[in-house]
């Protein structure tokens, strides 16, 4: 039920429904996704699949795209990072390492449901940092006003869907996410969604 209430508020049809690892603790949700296929693709050739320590993704992020960097321009805790990283990650010789690995998923949007618009407000807070987001409400809410104040206030979307997909109802689209630069953590968020998705742990098999 959860699944396909909000895989009927997606606006992506091909949107994957995947449990992923939110900042505070796990939380079901929907990810709309856009993959980076030449860099899925490079890892699938090379047998390289989700860079999931912090370490590495924060050394990564030290480095351009594709360029040689001289090695003696790094200091020996980002070096030894960088060399133990997975193989693809990086190319390196005596003297320059490049940077090969990027984000490999653009997360779009996260949408939760919840029977009580304090539990989603939560849940698609978590998400914040990371990727627009909004909330489906699957039972009636006594103050739904005050639902879509705060929600207008925090930019989470926010539906009702009581009776069924066709019942959905927008109440509030969600806000557009705008991220001022990559951090390492918006880096492993796309990073676990990969991780799920390679594992298969789909919420609709549940």
Not at 26 to 51: K, N, Q, S, Y
Not at 140 to 151: I, K, P, Q, S, Y
């Amino acid at each position: 039920m959860t699944v396909d209430v909000l895989r009927a508020a997606s606006a992506n049809d091909s949107a994957a429904a995947w449990r992923v690892s939110a900042p505070a603790r796990r939380t079901r949700a929907v990810l709309e996704m856009d993959p980076v296929l030449d860099e899925i693709e490079r890892r699938a050739a090379i047998g390289l699949g989700a860079i999931l320590n912090k370490a590495v993704l924060e050394a990564l992020l030290t480095l351009p795209v594709d360029l040689p960097v001289p090695i003696q321009a790094l200091d020996r805790r980002t070096i030894r990072t960088l060399t133990a990283a997975p193989a693809g990650c990086i190319d390196y010789t005596n003297d320059v390492v490049v940077r090969r690995a990027v984000s490999p998923i653009r997360v779009l949007r996260a949408g939760v449901c919840a029977a009580r618009w304090s539990d989603g407000l939560s849940q698609a807070g978590q998400f914040a940092s990371y990727c627009s987001r909004y909330a489906v409400l699957t039972s009636d809410t006594a103050d739904l006003d005050h639902a879509v104040m705060e929600a207008r206030y925090y930019g989470i979307g926010l539906a009702t869907m009581i009776d069924g997909p066709e019942s959905l109802r927008w109440l509030i689209h969600p806000a557009p996410f705008r991220p001022t630069r990559e951090t390492v953590a918006s880096w492993h968020f796309a990073e676990s969604a990969l991780d799920a998705m390679s594992h298969s742990v789909d919420l609709a098999s549940e």
